[in-house]
């Protein structure tokens, strides 16, 4: 399931010297060329060369919220992608190439060193489900897996800017903006993919739309 591949995956700051397989190459393609989108938009993804591990994943993206949305929607899917390829990954804000808000790091992971974000961010550490979900916890099992999926999704600086709320017409999720009033529009997107991912694995129909505000629902059928 999912959730598991959700549960191991982690953001790797040191990379060993590793070099991608054609095959491996050929499989992150051909994957990326058929990711879902959230609004109908198919980014296009590409996997260049990169000095801190064996390669970066970026799309062309205008600073437009609908577009960070769709690019953490879209990379988020990529990245677990990448995890079930037992390779390692970290989202990283400082590489911006041809209007890329963010790339994704691919590799192998050098283990056994902590790096300052590490240390920042709490080692990874992530809110307990009452300090993110607004009114009643559901007791669906189902329900709870995607919650739980949803609470392990990565964010910038680990902040977990969301909120989640579960009403009859399906599961809500928004983000918190900051003190300049800004919303943490990637990791919206991140949160989302995790949110639509974990619901296919219960339900046969899934979709997400936009709602009130800036609220987007999760719809399962």
């Not at 109908?40 to 949305?69: F, M």
């Not at 041809?98 to 050098?110: L, R, T």
């Amino acid at each position: 399931m999912i959730i598991e591949t959700i549960r191991i995956r982690h953001s790797t700051r040191k990379f060993l010297p590793y070099n991608l397989s054609e095959d491996e190459k050929k499989h992150i393609k051909e994957f990326m060329a058929g990711v879902s989108s959230l609004h109908s938009r198919h980014l296009e993804w590409i996997l260049t060369d990169h000095n801190k591990g064996s390669g970066v994943i970026y799309a062309p993206c205008p600073d437009k919220s609908s577009c960070l949305v769709e690019y953490g929607f879209q990379g988020e899917q990529i990245v677990l992608e990448l995890t079930k390829m037992n390779l390692a990954t970290c989202w990283n804000a400082s590489i911006k190439i041809n209007a890329a808000p963010a790339g994704i790091v691919v590799g192998k992971e050098e283990t056994g060193k902590l790096s300052l974000n590490d240390l920042l961010t709490g080692m990874g550490k992530r809110k307990e489900l009452p300090a993110l979900v607004e009114g009643p916890i559901p007791q669906d099992e189902k329900l709870l897996q995607i919650l739980e999926a949803c609470r392990l999704a990565p964010s910038a600086m680990n902040r977990q800017p969301w909120k989640f709320s579960v009403q009859k017409d399906g599961l809500y999720i928004w983000t918190k903006s900051d003190l300049l009033g800004n919303h943490h529009w990637l990791d919206l997107g991140i949160v989302l993919a995790h949110a639509f991912l974990a619901a296919k694995e219960f339900f046969k129909n899934v979709s997400i739309e936009k709602a009130a505000g800036e609220k987007y629902r999760l719809i399962m059928r």
